[in-house]
């Protein structure tokens, strides 16, 4: 039974392992990347709302977070790639949605998005 299993981490390690994340770098650049993705899901036609500053904050959380398990103490843009859907997709609200009630498409607006939004060097 699930009663049985040792946990892998206690409390106290598993907010040293958040203060950790914290710490690891994301430079100007990254976060101005981040910045223009939520910028264009605040203007993009196909949804009546944007990604809010939280959920920004929350991409910015989840890409240390990934950073750091990957054994880096700084994010590259390819962190962000993979996590910007997952972050985003479920904090927009599509035009369609309004209408229809179709929720699937806001994965599709937030890849368009990613594709089209410049990377830095």
Known sequence: PL???E???DTEQILEMQEQARQVKISNA??????DMVDATRSHPQLAV???P???LALVHAVQAAALLAGRDYVVPDD???LAVPAFAHRVVTRSYLREGEVSSGEQI???ILAATVVPE
């Open 110 to 112: 937030i890849r368009e």
């Open 54 to 56: 939280r959920g920004m």
């Open 3 to 5: 009663a049985e299993l």
């Open 30 to 35: 990254l976060l101005d990347y981040i910045l």
């Open 80 to 82: 962000i790639k993979v």
């Open 50 to 52: 944007g990604v809010s």
């Open 7 to 9: 946990p892998v981490m």
